[in-house]
């Protein structure tokens, strides 16, 4: 159990559960920034041979690959002189399983104590490749657009080697009757095996169009009712947290425990030009370079006006949760579907 108090931020992180906890003074109080981040979200290439229509990083095959040195200088960059590294990284890319030296960056992540996840296509995926990193990773997650695309064979594979697995499913205005039908629990038998499925709010980004960009009015009201009326159903849903302000607004859950945007306050994001910013969909906005400034400089001084700005920026004073949503995305203010944007 990693075990971080430094003055009035305390966080607990159990490597082989996942489970982290955090709270601030007391345990009513939540901290409101992390001296050292408990995630970062690395970029190991931009290099996929997949090449999705919809990639917000434009990945493609052009052998744009982070060195295995320059990622053990990431992590080392990322070590705090006092309280200690990470406490997991989420390694993607570019497709990370095409990366030539994947296992050797798995391997030099668990050396330095940090639990590494990754994300995939899924199309690189082998009994080598799971034998390789079996008991090693946190969870590995499949990315799809669609049920049709859940490879059954890789989630078998992986629950043959025990490693945890999660479906992220990028919801968009394309495929948002399809996820309405899987909360719904249509496609049970197909998640057999997965520990749970993470909707990502689609970003009009990269190759992603704004006609895909999920939009406010009644396919999304009848997605919030189905995951309101979801709790006891068999498969775990989850949600990354550009999407959380929709929720919050349709009221789902208690504001006071449910993650809001958490990029630049306790996560961090590292691309392959080992360049940092609050989180990978800044496309360059609020990044500043390794090569030119240590990390913790980044992370306490120059994100400060970033933190500044990003507080609360919810201008629904009668919204139930108006006191802790951060509100509209800084870089994609028309994902955030309460604002008329
Ligand atoms: C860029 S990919 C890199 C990792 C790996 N190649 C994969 O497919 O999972 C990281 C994640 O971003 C998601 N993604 C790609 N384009 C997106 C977009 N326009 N909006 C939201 N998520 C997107 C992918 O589905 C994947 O889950």
């Given amino acids: 159990m990693l075990r971080r108090d430094i003055k009035d931020y305390h966080f607990r992180a159990d490597a082989h559960t996942g489970l982290t906890m955090r709270w601030g003074k007391t345990l009513h ?23 999705c229509a919809y990639c917000y990083r434009e990945s493609a095959r052009n052998n744009d690959f982070l060195s295995v040195n320059d990622y053990c200088k990431v992590l080392d960059a990322m070590r705090h002189p006092e309280y200690g590294n990470v406490f997991q990284v989420a390694i993607g890319g570019g497709e990370p399983l095409e990366h030539p030296d994947f296992v050797k960056i ?3 992540t668990l050396e330095r104590g940090i639990v590494p996840n990754f994300t995939t296509n899924g199309i690189f995926l082998t009994e080598d490749v799971c034998r390789a990193i079996q008991g090693k990773v946190g969870a590995v997650a499949l990315s799809v657009t669609s049920v049709t695309e859940l490879q059954e064979e890789k989630i078998a594979m992986l629950r043959k080697y025990t490693i945890r697995t999660n479906i992220h499913y990028v919801l968009s205005a394309k495929n948002i009757e399809e996820a309405i039908e899987i909360v719904s629990g249509k496609y049970e038998a197909h998640f057999a095996g997965v520990n749970a499925i993470i909707f990502l709010t689609y970003k009009p980004a990269g190759r992603g169009t704004k006609e ?10 009848r997605f919030v ?7 006891n159903k068999g498969l775990k849903i989850g949600f990354d947290a550009c999407f959380v302000p929709n929720l ?25 030009k080992m360049n940092v910013s609050p989180c990978s ?16 400089d ?23 949760a108006h006191e802790v949503c951060r509100g509209c995305c800084p870089y994609y203010p028309q994902i955030t579907t309460c604002y008329d944007n």
């Fill in 225 to 231: 009712k189905m995951v309101n009326a979801h709790q």
């Fill in 29 to 51: 109080d939540n901290p409101s920034w992390a001296p050292v981040p408990e995630l970062a979200d690395l970029s190991i290439s931009n290099h996929c041979s997949k090449e």
């Fill in 106 to 108: 798995i391997d030099a």
């Fill in 298 to 320: 980044i992370w306490v001084n120059m994100f400060k006006g970033y933190r500044n700005r990003q507080q609360n920026r919810c201008e629904h004073n009668d919204c139930v």
């Fill in 212 to 221: 895909d960009a999920l939009r406010r009015g009644e396919q999304l009201d």
């Fill in 281 to 296: 969909f800044s496309g360059g906005r609020d990044a500043w370079s390794l090569k030119e400034y240590d990390f913790y």
């Fill in 248 to 272: 919050l607004h349709a009221g789902f859950g208690r504001p006071e425990l449910v993650d809001v945007c958490e990029a630049g306050y306790f996560s961090v994001y590292v691309d392959h």
